[in-house]
């Protein structure tokens, strides 16, 4: 009997364990990249600099608004296989950007059916409320329509992510390495 009960339970660690292998390998690779792009690119002004990805601790706003800084939290997400509540938000600053109202309405039946249908692909963690609430929305779309649940999921990732960002090992080496190339010169 307990040859039955461990067996599932040694191959449930053992994904962890390749879980967390694999993240950290996606982390050191990312890291690899952004190094090559960014420290070495032959024009000043499309540096990642230290100072830029220290102003990133400042806010989830300052981190979003930079390209290499949205670009590694996506990755950052992507390693915790966590990465809904930022395709989310993006999609729906995408939304808003749409004038026609049949690509609107098209685009939003994509998000409701990705994002916020209970059991979707990348499901977003909102109230019971918010999610009938778009859903209703989606029938006749507004660019408004997805705002509420745009407005939860910023907070969750401010909470949440943002945080386990800021601690992680993918953005404190990248700090370093930083930190190293300028007091290199």
Same mark, same amino acid.
């Given at each position: 009997m307990t040859g039955l009960i461990s067996e599932p339970l040694v191959k449930h660690f053992n994904m962890d364990k390749d879980d967390r292998k694999r993240s950290k390998n996606?982390?050191?690779?990312?890291?690899?990249? !952004?190094q090559c792009m960014f420290s070495r690119s032959?024009?000043?002004?499309?540096?990642?600099s230290l100072e830029d990805t220290q102003? &990133?601790?400042q806010s989830l706003e300052r !981190?979003?608004?930079s #390209?290499?800084?949205?670009?590694?939290f996506r990755t950052f997400l992507k390693s915790e *296989? @966590?990465?809904?509540?930022?395709? *989310? &938000?993006?999609?729906?600053?995408?939304?808003k950007k749409i004038k026609?109202? *049949?690509?609107?309405? @098209?685009?939003? #039946?994509?998000?409701?059916?990705? *994002?916020? #249908?209970?059991?979707?692909?990348?499901?977003?963690?909102?109230?019971?409320?918010?999610?009938?609430?778009? #859903?209703?929305n989606v029938k006749s779309p507004t660019v408004q329509c997805f705002d509420e649940a745009q407005k939860i999921v910023y907070g969750?990732?401010?909470?949440?992510?943002?945080?386990?960002?800021l601690r992680s090992e993918m953005y404190r080496t990248l700090l370093d390495s930083l930190a190293a190339d300028a007091s290199r010169g």
């Open positions: 996606l982390g050191k690779s990312f890291m690899c990249r !952004l032959s024009a000043p002004e499309s540096r990642l102003q &990133w601790s !981190l979003l608004e #390209k290499y800084g949205l670009a590694t *296989f @966590s990465d809904e509540n930022i395709e *989310f &938000w993006l999609t729906c600053e995408d939304y026609s109202s *049949f690509r609107m309405t @098209s685009k939003a #039946k994509k998000i409701y059916e990705q *994002f916020v #249908k209970a059991e979707s692909p990348k499901e977003i963690n909102i109230d019971y409320h918010t999610r009938e609430q778009i #859903k209703r969750l990732m401010e909470r949440d992510s943002y945080p386990r960002f």
